[in-house]
C-alpha cells in the first residue's frame, strides 16, 4: 500500500542527508500518510504543539524530544505546562519537576518554537486563516479552526505536530480535503444553549458519535467562547476532529449524503451535568480550559467587581498575550481575591499536589479530572454563575 | 485475520480486551492501568491491548512512550478503527500495532500472536477456517434457509448459503459449489463480493467471505443441510433469528452501515 509519493528533496530527507531528527520527522509524517492514505506531503503555514508540561511528557517524552532537537520551519507556537513560569503557582512543584520542566522548554526554545503556552495560540500568537492548511496539536484548538475558522488540520499529536513543523509539510489527507470534512450526523439541539450547557453537550456527544463530525442545527446564536467550551469537551471525549454549526460556521454545505440524525434533549444535558457533578464544596474554583478570552476575563471582572472573595480558592487561567491586554480585568479580580495565571492551567499542572476538590465550568476538566493518576480530583462541573456563588458572599 | 499493520514489530501474548475507546492521557495511568470504563483497574503491562480507538489528548502518544521508558508497556496494540495519536504512540514507543480487526473475535483468556508490519493477528488454540457465503437474490427477494437441527454450527439457526472453502478453491467457486449442493442452483451471476469478516464459535474462528448472487428462478431444492427455505423481502430481515453477523454484512455488502 505504498502509495505515498515523495519528492526527490523529501527523498534526501527520508534517506537521513539532512540529519537524524528531520529523517524521524518525515519517516513519522511518512507512516501516517499511509494511514491516512495521502498520496503526498503538502506545505503547512504554521503548527501548534503539544506536549509540554512534563506532567504528561514524562521522561520518555524528554528522550525523544532531544532526538528531534531541530529548528521548526514554520512559525510554531507552544502548548501550556506545569506552572506559571514568571508568577509561580498554581500548585506547589518540587525541585524535579521543576527543573524537568524547563529542560523541556529549554528543548522547545532551541528550536525556535513561540513562547505561547496557550492552548488557545488562535486568539494572539498564531491565528490562522479559512483554507490554510496547517499542523496542530492540541485537541480542542484543532477542532476550534477546522470548525470556527475554517483553517485545515488533522488531530495531530504533539510528536506528528513537531514532525510537521520540521519538515514544513503534512500528509495530504483527511481534514486536508473537502472530503474529510463532511457532516455525516446531524445534531438537533432544541434548547438554546449557554456556555456550560454547550460544555455538557461536548461531554454528551463525544462517546456517541466517536468520530463522525456532526452538523449541529437550532444553535444560530451560539457565540465563539460557547463553541469554544464544546469544541474542548467533544474532543476530550472522542476523536471528532471537526463540527458544523448551521447558521454559523462557513463550511456548511459540506455534508454526506445519508447523514444519520441525533435530537439531544434538555434531560440529556441536566443528566450529563448532573452525572459529573459531585455535590461537595470544593477547595478550589477553576475556569479557564481552555484559556479564557479578553471577553471572559472581563465578565468575570464584571462579576466580582468591588466584592471580597470568602471560601474556596479562584484561580483563572489564560495566555500571557490576553492576561497583559486585560490588565484592568486582572486587577479587579485579583483585587476581589482571586488570582490569574498564565502559562498552565488546571489540567496540565500538578492540581493534586495541593487540592482534592475542584469547581469548574469546563466539560474537558472536567473529564480529566477525576481521573485516577492523572487528576484526582472530585469535580463540581456546573456555570459559572453557581461556580461563583461559592466565593461572593 | 488480516488487518492493517500500522506500527512494525511482531509480539506473542494474553489479550486484554477493553471495548471502548480510550484516551491515552489520563485514561492509562502512568503505572500501566486502565482507569475508566469498563475494563477499569486492568493492567495492561506485557499484554495485547485490543481496544476500540483512540480519543482525547493528543498527548497520548507520550503516555505510551512513557510506558515503554519504564519497561511497563503493552506488548503489541489492536484497534476497530485506529486514529494517528495513538499510531504516532505505537511507532514513537516501537510497540508493534495493527488495525481493523474485530473485538468480539477475541475471549477472556485468549493469548495472540500479531505482526504490526503486515497486519496478520491470529488467535493460539483457534482454529481459523475459510468460510463463503452467498445471499442469493432472486427478483428482488433474499433466501434465507434454516440450518437442520443437526448441523455441528448454529444448527436450527437462519442463515444463507455457506460452507468451507476446500483448498484451491476461491470464495466464488466455494459459493458456486455449496448453492449447487445445498439448493440446486446453477445459473446464479455474481452480483458483489465483500471483504472477509470474521466470527468466533468457542474454539473456532470463522473467516467468512460473503457475496451476493443473482438467480432467475425462484426454485429451490434443499438438501439434508438446511430444513427450510424463505424469500423474504430485505427489509423483513430483521425479524428473523439469524447466525451471527449475518444481518450486519448484508447491509455493509448493500452500502450500508447496519445501526
Not at chain 1, 510528536?159 to 514544513?168: H, K, M, T, V
Request: proline letters at 5%.
Amino acid at each position: 500500500m505504498r502509495q505515498l509519493q515523495l519528492t526527490k528533496e523529501e527523498e534526501k530527507i527520508f534517506e537521513g542527508e539532512m540529519g537524524d531528527a528531520p529523517k524521524l520527522a518525515i519517516r513519522l509524517l511518512y507512516s501516517l500518510g499511509e494511514l491516512g492514505e495521502a498520496e503526498r506531503l503538502i506545505p503547512i503555514k504554521s503548527a501548534h504543539i503539544s506536549g509540554v508540561s512534563y506532567k504528561n511528557v514524562g521522561e520518555g517524552g524528554i528522550e525523544f524530544l532531544k532526538k528531534m532537537m531541530h529548528k521548526v520551519s514554520v512559525p510554531t507556537s507552544l502548548n501550556p505546562l506545569g506552572f506559571d513560569i514568571e508568577n509561580g503557582g498554581p500548585v506547589d512543584i518540587d525541585e524535579t519537576f521543576h527543573k524537568k520542566q524547563m529542560e523541556i522548554i529549554g528543548i522547545y526554545q532551541k528550536m525556535g518554537v513561540m513562547d505561547s503556552f496557550t492552548c488557545t495560540p488562535y486568539y494572539f500568537y498564531n491565528e490562522p486563516s479559512f483554507g490554510d492548511h496547517i499542523s496542530w496539536a492540541e485537541s480542542s484548538a484543532i477542532i476550534y479552526v477546522n470548525s470556527l475558522i475554517g483553517a485545515r488540520t488533522n488531530r495531530e499529536s504533539g510528536p506528528s505536530a513537531l514532525a510537521s513543523a520540521i519538515i514544513g509539510k503534512t500528509p495530504d489527507s483527511g481534514l486536508h480535503r473537502d472530503e474529510g470534512r463532511k457532516a455525516t450526523v446531524v445534531v438537533n439541539v432544541a434548547e438554546k444553549l449557554d456556555y456550560t450547557r454547550f460544555a455538557a453537550l461536548g461531554l454528551f456527544l463525544g462517546p456517541k458519535l466517536n468520530r463522525n463530525i456532526p452538523i449541529i442545527k437550532g444553535q444560530k446564536e451560539a457565540k465563539g467562547i460557547e463553541l469554544k467550551a464544546l469544541s474542548a469537551a467533544l474532543s476530550a471525549t472522542s476523536s471528532i476532529p471537526m463540527f458544523h454549526v448551521d447558521g454559523i460556521t462557513k463550511e456548511t454545505s459540506l455534508v454526506s449524503d445519508s447523514p444519520e440524525t441525533i435530537n439531544v434533549e434538555k434531560s440529556d444535558i441536566d443528566e450529563t451535568i448532573s452525572k459529573n457533578s459531585a455535590q461537595e464544596e470544593p477547595e478550589l474554583i477553576a475556569i479557564g480550559c481552555p484559556h479564557l478570552s479578553s471577553e471572559e476575563l472581563d465578565y468575570i471582572a464584571r462579576l466580582v467587581k468591588g466584592k471580597k472573595k470568602v471560601g474556596p480558592d479562584l484561580f483563572l487561567f489564560t495566555s500571557r498575550e490576553v492576561k497583559a491586554r486585560s490588565l484592568e480585568s486582572v486587577k479587579t479580580i485579583e483585587n476581589f481575591g482571586g488570582k490569574v495565571f498564565s502559562d498552565t492551567c488546571m489540567v496540565v499542572s500538578p492540581l493534586s499536589n495541593n487540592y482534592s476538590k475542584t469547581g469548574t465550568n469546563s466539560g474537558k476538566a472536567t473529564f480529566y479530572l477525576p481521573l485516577k493518576g492523572y487528576g484526582n480530583q472530585k469535580v463540581a462541573f456546573m456555570g459559572i454563575l453557581d461556580l461563583l456563588k461559592w466565593v461572593i458572599g | 485475520m488480516k488487518g492493517r499493520g500500522l506500527s512494525p514489530g511482531k509480539a506473542t501474548s494474553d489479550v486484554v480486551v477493553c471495548n471502548q475507546l480510550i484516551s491515552p492521557l489520563g485514561e492509562i495511568s502512568r503505572d500501566g492501568f486502565v482507569t475508566s470504563g469498563p475494563c477499569e483497574n486492568t493492567n495492561i503491562t506485557g499484554k495485547v491491548l485490543a481496544f476500540k480507538g483512540g480519543r482525547g489528548s493528543t498527548v497520548g502518544s507520550y503516555t505510551f512512550l512513557e510506558l515503554k521508558t519504564r519497561n511497563i508497556a503493552p506488548t503489541g496494540l489492536i484497534n476497530e478503527a485506529a486514529e494517528q495519536m495513538v499510531v504516532t504512540g505505537a511507532i514513537i514507543s516501537e510497540i508493534p500495532m495493527v488495525d481493523r480487526v474485530p473485538l468480539d473475535v477475541f475471549l477472556k483468556g485468549d493469548r495472540v500472536s500479531m505482526n504490526g508490519s503486515t497486519g496478520d493477528v491470529s488467535i493460539l488454540n483457534v482454529k481459523e477456517r475459510r468460510v463463503a457465503t452467498v445471499y442469493l437474490m432472486h427478483d428482488g427477494n433474499l433466501l434465507l434457509l434454516k440450518r437442520s437441527r443437526d448441523m455441528p454450527s448454529y444448527p436450527g439457526q437462519i442463515g444463507g448459503i455457506s460452507g468451507f472453502i476446500e483448498e484451491g478453491e476461491t470464495p466464488e467457486q466455494t459459493g458456486r459449489r455449496e448453492m449447487l449442493e445445498e439448493c440446486s442452483t446453477e445459473d446464479a451471476k455474481l452480483r458483489k463480493i465483500g471483504k472477509e469478516i470474521y466470527v468466533r464459535n468457542d474454539g473456532n474462528l470463522y473467516g467468512i467471505t460473503p457475496m451476493i448472487m443473482e438467480t432467475r428462478t425462484a426454485k429451490v431444492k434443499l438438501n439434508e443441510e438446511n430444513s427450510e427455505f424463505y424469500w423474504i423481502k430485505p427489509g423483513d430481515l430483521q425479524s428473523y433469528k439469524t447466525v451471527p453477523k449475518f444481518q450486519e454484512t448484508f447491509l455493509s455488502l448493500l452500502g450500508r452501515t447496519g445501526t
